[in-house]
């Protein structure tokens, strides 16, 4: 894990993100949920926000 606390949260909201996709990935489709994917995206601004 990176040492740096912004790398840090970047590795963490990247593995947040792939382990989502892995989980919910559609066979023919390989893409999270549209509500999932809206959900992410408002967690992110409000991360970017708070920056």
């Known amino acids: 894990m ?4 912004n790398n840090t949260e ?3 909201q990247n593995q947040i993100d792939s ?3 892995r989980i919910y990935r559609q066979p023919s489709e390989g893409k ?3 509500r999932m994917a809206q959900l992410l995206d408002q967690l992110r601004e409000k991360e970017a926000a708070r920056s």
């Open 2 to 5: 990176p040492e740096n606390n």
């Open 10 to 12: 970047d590795w963490v």
């Open 19 to 21: 382990n989502l996709k």
């Open 32 to 34: 999270l949920p549209d």
